[in-house]
Structures are given as C-alpha cells and as structure tokens.
C-alpha cells in the first residue's frame, strides 16, 4: 500500500447514458505533482470519466475520493471550489469578450459598489499570462478573437489554475495547435507539475502524452485496461503497440 494519501482516487467508477455503457468500471489514482495521462480510442470514455470527478455528471456507482475524502461533487464549480480545475474539451473562449473576462468568466471580482473591478481584473490577469508563459501578450484588454489557438487554449489553461488548482484536468488541450503553440501549453504543464499540482492529460498524441506523463492509464470501451509507470515502458512506440493489443484499438496509431 502507499504510504501517502493521493490527491484523488477513484474506485470502480460507472456511467449509463440510457442503454450506453460509457463507463464499466474505471479505477485511479493521481497524487499532488503528478501527470496522469489517460489514453484511449475515440469512445473509450475518457472525457465522460473527467466530466464524472467533477460533477458535470454524476456516477452511477463507484467512489470519489478527495484528499482521502469520500466526495460527490454537484457540478463543476464545487469541485472547482475544492481545488478541481477542468478544461474541457469542447469549451471555447468568447471571443468579442477581452482576455480578462474570459479568463474571469462567471467568477468576476466586483468592487464594493457591486460594479467590476476592471483594475483588479487587468491586475490579476497580467499576472496570469506571465504564470503560463504569454507576457508577451500583455494587454488584457485584447478581445479574444485575436488570439492564435495556441494562445487561446494556454488561456484556458491559465483560467483553469488561477482558482488555486491542486488538480488540473486536461481534455485534449493540444487540438488544433501547431507544433509550437503546442509546445507553449506542455510547458505550462510542466511549470505546473513542478509546483505540485497533479494533472490528468487526455490526448491522443501519444508522444506527447508520454513525454509529460509520470503514469499511463489506458482505457478502453469504458474500462481500465491497463496501467503502467512510464520507466515501465520502452517508449510511446511500445505505448501504440499495447493500445493496438487492447480490444476495439486502431485509430490511436
Ligand atoms: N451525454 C451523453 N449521452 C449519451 N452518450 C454519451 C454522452 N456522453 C458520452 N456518451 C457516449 O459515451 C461514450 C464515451 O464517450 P467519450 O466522449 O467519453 O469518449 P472519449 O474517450 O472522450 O472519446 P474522444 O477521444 O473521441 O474524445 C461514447 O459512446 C459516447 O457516445
Ligand atoms: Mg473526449
């Protein structure tokens, strides 16, 4: 057994929608600094797991386990409010709106006349690009439209680490980029690992999804199939091939 309690651990996790077995049992753990990275086929369920640590959907059965507590989030903000920070896969920024209410969106800080605090905002969110590596972009008031997807999705990030994350969840956070925004946002990642904040990362980019990983948790069809310390494994080569093993895996390659 190990001796430290993880960040999180879930236990035997479940999800139906209808007739469809998104999840058939799915079991981790993620300790504090530690990138997990979850692969899997299209469908796997990978996207439907995080979306159930987090509340946005609720298991059918199974434990969450929070710091060693039992929790059963109601929806994402409460889990945000314990330190779980998702970037989903499907979210996008909105784009006539500036780089500071994106990255403050629903959370806005008001001054005490109850208006936006538009300086604390500008303050806050110059700091935020300096964190994840875009001072460059140094005027918040940018709308978003005008940032490059790399920018864009490093932003997301940023948002998702400013409420004080211990965990951060990634779906697919490389979509869409080129090879150097890509690179910005695995550097992000890394910045963060070493300030001891756990992080799932969902990709199907195994190389870059073995570069970051401490760990590999493969799915399939909505189960764990597999797991392995990346010391374990040759390379992301040896990775493609044990997917390739796994009923159902083909379009990973
Ligand atoms: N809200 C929903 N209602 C019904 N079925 C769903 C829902 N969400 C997911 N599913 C189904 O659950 C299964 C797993 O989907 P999920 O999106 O979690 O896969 P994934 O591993 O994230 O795939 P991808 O790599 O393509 O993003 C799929 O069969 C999907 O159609
Ligand atoms: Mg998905």
Redesign the pocket.
Known sequence: MSERTPLLQLNDIKKS??S?Q?LKGVSLEVNEGEVLALV??????????IKNIVGYHQPNSGEIYWRGERVTFKNPDEALERGLSIVY?DMELIPSLTVARNLFLGKEPTTRFGKLDFDLMYDETKKVLDEIGLESLNDPTLPAENLSGGEAQSIKIGRALHFDADLLIL??PLRNLSVKESEKVLETVERTKEQGIGTIY?S?NIFNAYELADRIHL?DA?RTMDEFRKEEIAGPKELINKMKTVAGGGTIA
């Open positions: 929608f209808g469809i998104a899997g086929d299209n469908g796997a369920g990978k996207s439907t797991l896969q779906d697919e969902i199907h799915l909505g």
